[in-house]
């Protein structure tokens, strides 16, 4: 009889540690990037780090943007930190950029261990769709890619920063480069690239780095083995990477037409043809999560701003360091309401069927970015009225900067370094639920009940 009990209680035991063990990937991943944001603040705010006083909040804030990849900023970063600080930011944005997750599997693999399940899903989760890829076969596709092409990007850099001494130029390159890759926004520069309007090596170097990082890894990994040289022969390419693809180069052809028709005569007045088609296409390539901009986007056209804040919400490819609903989600849904309206219970595309699972994936982020960004922009026209002049023209500024922290792009219309202490907290929030709010999708889908008591259905009138 005390055997038995003695194993009863041995067998809760065991158990309960077997609970204890079992950390969500998801829980684990929200810890991570808070534990980095908190280290990145602490040392923003050494007077080591510090060229002019930063509050406690605007350093949690300028760490939480690098971080996050968003780029806004309630300072000017050019004038703020110290060399030290301002490796400090380099620090975060490629941490930030690369994702929590590879930067602590990197870590555990350095050190001979072998990461565990929670940490392997929660890396697959980032960068690819397939549960069967080695965590190590991923890092030795990803790490690489990346530090080549912001070395080659730090290079173009510093051929065109001529201006500057050796030090500074190199790192100014090096910042440069890892900003544009890691689609943060940030820069040197207090007008952004502005001063580089015109320069085509600049223009090119910010394109191909933003584009590069925002393609996301499984799209650029199909596109890199597309033609197979020892049959010679295409290898064929998955349906994510097509509509990858397609949504992508849509965004850009529209965007680079809309905004030279749309600025022709206002930000691009008195440029050539050849060079308004320059500044336009610089901006399709980097509104969309980059939030590097060679013109004054305060100075913008109302039609150029909401045009900005629809692809900024719908972002770069899954699996990149660009934010937003994403491509493929913005893909579904349109394929969703496009296969209803012929008719359809399915939803199909190019001799396919998107799974139902993927549909209501989809429509969950969308809601859920809406919700999100509805809420934050109502929050701040309260909190911030006092501080916007042109009450006329508050919400559009409120609600651009709303959707620029949710899709981590980092376009401003000048709206952040005014924000009150409660703007900053929303804003902060706002930036995070941005960069985490894919992972908290998932988690919520792997708990929907497939089984349970239903309700008896009532019809209701709609349309």
């Known amino acids: ?38 280290l ?26 690098a971080v996050c990849v968003t780029g806004l900023s309630t300072i000017d970063i050019s004038t703020s930190f110290t060399v030290f600080g301002n490796w400090i930011l380099v620090f975060l944005m490629q941490c930030g950029g690369l994702g929590i997750m590879t930067i602590s599997t990197v870590i555990i693999l350095l050190a001979g261990m072998h990461p565990g399940f929670n940490h392997q899903s929660a890396l697959l989760a980032n960068y690819t769709q397939e549960g069967n890829v080695d965590a190590t076969r991923i890092l030795k596709a990803v790490i690489p890619f990346t530090f080549i092409v912001e070395a080659c990007g730090a290079l173009a850099y510093f051929s065109q920063f001529s201006g500057m001494g050796l030090y500074d130029r190199i790192f100014c390159s090096i910042f440069q480069a890892i900003s544009s890759f890691c689609n943060v926004g940030f820069t040197l520069f207090p007008d952004s690239l502005v001063k580089f309007q015109l320069n085509p090596v600049m223009n090119i170097t910010t394109c191909i780095l ?44 529209a965007s680079t037409l809309f905004f030279t028709l749309s600025e ?32 004054n986007v305060s100075a913008l056209s109302v039609g150029s701003l909401f045009f ?42 190019l001799g396919r069927t998107i799974p139902e699972d993927t549909v209501d994936k989809a429509v969950r982020i969308f809601v859920v970015a809406i ?20 009450s006329q023209g508050s919400f559009l500024k409120v609600f651009f900067e709303v959707v620029s922290a949710y899709s981590t792009c980092g376009l401003s219309m000048g709206l952040t370094p005014d924000l009150s202490v409660p703007g900053k907290v929303i804003v902060f929030f706002v930036m995070f639920i941005g960069r985490m709010g894919p992972l908290f999708l998932i988690s919520a889908v792997a708990k929907k009940q497939e089984d349970g008591m239903w309700y008896a259905e009532e019809d209701i009138m709609v349309g």
């Open 40 to 65: 990145g603040a602490a040392l923003l705010s050494l007077p080591c780090a510090q060229r002019q006083p930063v509050g406690v909040l605007d350093a949690f804030f300028t760490a939480g943007s």
């Open 371 to 390: 919700v999100i960004i509805v809420s934050a922009t109502l929050i701040l026209l309260e909190t911030e009225a006092a501080g916007i002049s042109n």
């Open 210 to 253: 933003a584009l590069a990082g925002g393609f996301g890894f499984l799209a650029i990994t199909e596109v890199r083995y597309l033609f197979d040289f020892k049959n010679r022969t295409f290898r064929k390419i998955s349906l994510h990477t097509r509509i990858a693809i397609g949504v992508t180069l849509i965004i850009v052809l």
């Open 264 to 295: 022709w005569g206002n930000t691009f007045a008195g440029l050539g043809l050849g060079e308004k088609l320059q500044s336009s296409t610089f901006m399709a390539f980097t509104s969309r999560t980059a939030g590097l901009s060679n013109v």
């Open 308 to 349: 900005f804040v629809i692809i900024m919400l719908i972002g770069a490819n899954p699996g990149s360091c660009g934010g937003g609903i994403k491509t493929t989600t913005a893909a579904v849904i349109f394929l969703l309401g496009f296969n209803r309206l012929l008719g359809r219970s399915k939803t199909q595309i």
């Open 1 to 38: 009889m005390l055997h038995s009990r003695y194993a009863a209680f041995s067998y809760v035991e065991n158990a309960d540690e077997k609970k204890k063990k079992q950390v969500n990937p998801i829980l684990m991943v929200v810890a991570g990037y808070l534990a980095l944001i908190s």
